[in-house]
C-alpha cells in the first residue's frame, strides 16, 4: 500500500510539474481568469441582478469547461503515446491504475488551482453585500466536481487515441451529451413525446441536473455519487484501454 502511495504521489508530482515547465499552465489560468470573469460580470449582468450571490459566475461553468477541461486533459495520454513513453511508463514497477490515478490527480489539482484562483469575486460579493457563503462553497465543491467529470472523460478518450485533437474533439462531444441530457431546451422538447418519467431518467443522466442543487447549496448524496461513478467509470473505461494497450 505504502509503495502505491509513493508511485502515485511520484507520478503526480511529475505530471503537475510538467505543466509549469511551459507557458501552458499559465496561458491556460489567465484564459480561465478572464473568461470567468467576463462571463460572470458582462453576461450574467453580475451587477444588474443586484443581489449577494454567485449565481451569475456559477451557471457558465458547464459551458466554460466543456472547451477548457479538455483542452487541458486531452494530452494526458495521447502526449503518452505519441511520444512513446507510454510503453516506458508501463514497463516500470507501477500498476497502471497508479499511472491513471496519478495523471487524473496532477491534471485535477491544476483545475484546482485556476478555480481556487477565482477567490477576488467572493471576496468582491462580501464586500457589497451579505452572501450565503456557505451557497458559495457547495457552489466552489460542485464546480470541482463538474470539472473533475470532464476531466475523467478527457482522460478516457486521450487514452483512446494518439492524436489530441481527436482526443479533444470526442471528450466535447461526450460532455456536450451530458449537458444537453438536462438542458432546458431540450427537457423541454422530449415533454412532447416521451413520458415524464422517461424524460426524468435521461435528465438523470445530466450533470447539469446534479450540478444545479450544488449551485443552490444543496450538497446531496444522490448528486455525490452521481459524481462520483461517473469519476468510476470513466477511470475505469481508461484502465481498461491502457491494459490492451500493455497487452498488444
Known amino acids: 500500500m505504502n509503495s502505491s502511495i509513493a508511485n502515485v504521489r511520484n507520478i503526480a508530482k511529475r505530471e503537475l510539474g510538467s505543466y509549469f515547465t511551459s507557458p501552458v499552465a499559465y496561458v491556460f489560468l489567465v484564459i480561465f481568469l478572464l473568461l470567468t470573469g467576463f462571463f460572470a460580470f458582462t453576461i450574467g449582468n453580475f451587477f444588474e441582478r443586484g443581489e449577494a ?85 457547495a457552489g466552489y465543491v460542485g464546480s470541482l466536481l463538474l470539472a473533475g467529470a470532464y476531466l475523467a472523460i478527457t482522460c478516457m478518450t486521450s487514452a483512446m487515441s494518439r492524436n489530441q485533437v481527436v482526443a479533444f474533439i470526442l471528450s466535447v462531444v461526450l460532455c456536450l451529451f ?55 467509470f470513466a477511470l475505469f473505461a481508461t484502465s481498461v484501454i491502457i491494459r490492451n494497450h500493455r497487452s498488444a
Not at 76 to 101: C, D, F, K, Q, Y
Not at 182 to 204: E, H, I, K, Y
Not at 205 to 218: E, L, M, R
Request: proline share 6%; charged share 15%; net charge negative.
Open 178 to 232: 451530458l449537458i444537453l441530457a438536462g438542458f432546458n431546451p431540450v427537457t423541454d422538447l422530449l415533454t412532447r413525446w416521451a413520458s415524464p418519467a422517461l424524460v426524468d431518467a435521461v435528465a438523470a443522466f445530466s450533470v447539469v441536473t446534479h450540478y444545479d442543487n450544488f449551485q443552490k447549496g444543496v450538497i446531496d448524496a444522490r448528486d455525490l455519487l452521481y459524481f462520483a461513478s461517473l469519476l468510476g
Open 53 to 137: 450571490s454567485l449565481a451569475s459566475f456559477f451557471v457558465w461553468h458547464p459551458w466554460l469547461y466543456l472547451v477548457l477541461v479538455p483542452a487541458i486533459g486531452m494530452r494526458v495520454w495521447s502526449e503518452e503515446r505519441r511520444s512513446g513513453t507510454m510503453e516506458l511508463l508501463l514497463t516500470l514497477p507501477v500498476n497502471p491504475w497508479e499511472a491513471i490515478l496519478a495523471k487524473f490527480l496532477a491534471s485535477w489539482a491544476f483545475l484546482a488551482l485556476a478555480l481556487a484562483l477565482t477567490f477576488p469575486i467572493v471576496i468582491t460579493v462580501n464586500l457589497l453585500g451579505d452572501p450565503d457563503n456557505g451557497q458559495i462553497l
